[in-house]
């Protein structure tokens, strides 16, 4: 449809917007492979977000920006996966505008996700006069589509645990998982359209950076998390996401976070899984020299901790995600279910993973109290000072320096309240100071 009315109506301006800039480039590649098997002369110049034709027809790649649409006159605006769209009626209202002064027209595609997105009232309203297509996997098979059966099989086999997955993936229908911890409405609120991951390669200084590892070699994925929290906003951004293959060394993620570390030099907290194997290749990073290393026991508790965090933080629309289908997927399908003791636990469909939701769990998790800083209450101290022992002093200085936990059979002390803590307990729960001394118990 977009190539068609680029050819029929000369000087024609078609727009495409996707939840991201990146993703509407993708269309637009795709759109480019196409218009390249037209006879000579009919395309002339194809560019990263701009596509022009010789006849003046011109299709050009937007980002999810109402403003930015609101602008030009179009007569054709495709919008590539509407579900996933943050502010999509605002989006809409600004599509009307600028297609009233043309006539122009408003074709919209996308996976079936939140039933409370504005695509669902399309699909399923009809006074809203659209001209409505469902398609499935029945239709994308061979012969009729580029679906093989070989692939399907595979993905059949890969979502057998996940049913709601494949109905919404494959069947095309609105549906939503009940015991999803992290509702789609909920992640794809947090997409911002104009963030994209940083490269490895780049060069990031003066930022307030904050890592997450989830660590698996045989059967789950290594996974780096790195988010920058803004001192003035308030509000964390994931900017880099790394997930290694199966089978890779931990060597290699050591060698890979240390890098980052080094070429990103204002990492505030480095915060790993220390279940099972996550304790040895946490002590293999701090003997390799990475400091600001908090490694995490994620049992159950501590798990519903972590993960209440990240759902927290998405309600208060305190973080910032990258449209990443792959990152979506995994936190909506982390289901969670009450035990009869009343804890939360949680798990995934079977052929299904959650490392890159758990690495970035915990790089929010350090975030936390990274930031926590104890309130201001002023107190008066009576009888004798006592001094601090030197050794005792300077031991606990380099275990706090370097991340490590602190020696058995010893306790926290918050130096705010005197309120006394089990080593683990980070925060001081009555007056939520940061752990400020080390006493034995």
């Excluded at 599509?95 to 079936?112: D, E, K």
């Excluded at 809203?128 to 692939?151: C, M, N, Q, Y």
């Excluded at 636990?345 to 800083?373: E, K, M």
């Excluded at 101290?381 to 602190?406: A, E, I, Y």
Aim: proline share 5%; aromatic share 8%; net charge positive.
């Amino acid at each position: 449809m977009i190539i068609w009315t680029a050819l029929t109506t000369p000087g024609s301006y078609i727009g495409v917007v996707s939840p991201s800039l990146r993703q509407s480039k993708y269309v637009l590649r795709r759109i480019a492979v196409l218009a390249s098997g037209l006879p000579p002369g009919r395309i002339g110049r194809i560019q990263k977000t701009r596509i022009e034709f010789s006849n003046g027809s011109v299709v050009e790649a937007f980002p999810n920006n109402p403003n930015t649409i609101r602008g030009p006159s179009l007569q054709l605006l495709y919008c590539d996966e509407m579900n996933f769209i943050r502010d999509d009626l605002e989006l809409y209202d600004s599509v009307l505008f600028t297609l009233a002064t043309t006539g122009g027209r408003f074709i919209a595609s996308s996976t079936p996700g939140s039933k409370e997105g504005l695509f669902y009232k399309i699909c399923t309203d009809q006074t809203l006069g659209f001209s409505r297509h469902h398609v499935t996997w029945k239709d994308a098979l061979e012969p009729k589509g580029p679906l093989r059966d070989k692939i399907l099989r595979a993905i059949r086999k890969q979502l057998e645990g996940d049913p709601w997955r494949w109905s919404r993936e494959m069947d095309a229908e609105f549906v939503e998982d009940q015991e999803s911890f992290f509702p789609l409405k909920l992640v794809t609120g947090a997409v911002d359209g104009d963030l994209s991951y940083t490269s490895a390669a780049e060069r990031v200084s003066g930022r307030s950076l904050y890592l997450g590892l989830d660590f698996g070699k045989h059967h789950d994925h290594s996974v780096v998390a790195v988010v920058d929290y803004d001192v003035q906003t308030k509000v964390a951004s994931l900017i880099h996401l790394k997930q290694f293959e199966l089978e890779t060394d931990y060597e290699a993620v050591i060698g890979y976070v240390k890098g980052l570390a080094e070429r990103w030099n204002k990492v505030m907290r480095i915060t790993t899984d220390n279940t099972g194997v996550g304790d040895v290749v946490t002590s293999d990073m701090r003997k390799a020299g990475i400091e600001r290393i908090w490694g995490v026991d994620l049992n159950a508790p501590v798990k519903t901790d972590v993960l209440e965090n990240l759902h927290r933080m998405l309600a208060k629309k305190q973080l910032k995600l990258v449209y990443d289908p792959k990152l979506i997927g995994e936190m909506n399908c982390e289901k969670f279910e009450l035990s009869k003791t009343g804890q939360l636990h949680f798990s995934h469909p079977t052929g299904t993973h959650d490392d890159r939701l758990w690495a970035l769990a915990l790089a929010c998790h350090g975030l936390r109290y990274g930031i926590s800083v104890p309130k201001y209450q002023s107190a008066i101290v009576l009888g004798r000072s006592r001094r601090l022992d030197p050794s005792f002093k300077n031991r606990w200085s380099r275990q706090v320096s370097t991340g490590q936990k602190p020696p058995e059979g010893t306790s926290r002390i918050c130096i705010v309240c005197g309120t006394r803590r089990r080593p683990e307990v980070e925060v001081c729960p009555k007056c939520q100071g940061s752990p400020t001394t080390l006493r034995s118990a």
